[in-house]
């Protein structure tokens, strides 16, 4: 069955520090790959989709992720965390011949100031 | 560009009630999926519409269904409310189902 998976539900950092969350995706084909990210008391936005081509994709805000297909991975990193990132960070996946987007159960970030 | 709209934002019903959650997608965009979230289980997928045609559904009951307009708006009805269907609906659109979603800011149903 198709499946993404986050690592981590909660995460806590203080400002500065190097962010990595992890995502594994369970499919068979090809694959486009999404981090969406929910700040709060707004809308879902994207932070950055992987399509083809380099594996190593960046964002908005600094954000970074890169595609490993041999792992079924998609993680996302950023090397200094400001107190404005904290928010919900889901990554997501959908056949590219599909329909239905599957979404991890999602990160929340907290920044200590 | 006008963003995605949902109405409303807020409902409170008890169970045994039906309920009909309206999506207006941004203009242009024919492909509207919709999802329940619910605090650790991130976004469920409900269905897929394009032109009107439902693509794809997820693992939901039959009380769940959908239906899209000509002009790509759509709704989802929920009937014989469950408290277990406590949750925020998410509406999002896009080009295509693989491209891009720009979503909604939800429905918050509170099932009593």
């Known amino acids: 069955a198709q499946s993404v998976s986050q690592h981590n539900h909660h995460v806590i950092l203080s400002e500065a520090a190097s962010l990595e969350l992890g995502c594994n995706y369970s499919y068979g084909g090809t694959v486009n790959l999404f981090w969406y990210v929910q700040y709060p008391g707004q809308h879902l936005q994207l932070l950055l989709k992987y399509f083809s081509g380099d594996p190593l994709v960046k964002g908005i805000k600094g954000f970074e992720a890169e595609f490993i297909k041999s792992k079924f991975s998609f993680n996302l990193r950023k090397p200094s965390v400001q107190w404005s990132d904290t928010a919900e960070y889901f990554c997501a996946a959908v056949n590219t011949g599909g329909f239905k987007t599957i979404f991890g159960a999602g990160t929340r970030l907290f920044v200590k100031a | 560009k006008a963003g995605v709209t949902q109405t409303p934002r807020y409902l409170i019903k008890t169970r045994g009630q039906q309920v009909t959650l309206s999506c207006s997608p941004i203009?242009?965009?024919?492909?509207v999926s919709w999802y329940q979230q619910t605090p650790g289980q991130g976004l469920q997928f409900l269905f897929e519409y394009f032109s009107e045609t439902q693509r794809n559904k997820g693992n939901f009951p039959g009380r769940f269904s959908g239906r899209q307009f000509s002009n790509s708006r759509s709704e989802m009805n929920v009937s014989t409310l469950e408290l277990g269907d406590s949750a925020l609906y998410l509406c999002a659109s896009s080009l295509t189902s693989t491209e891009t979603q720009y979503f909604g800011p939800g429905t918050r149903l509170l099932v009593l």
């Open positions: 203009s242009g965009h024919r492909s």
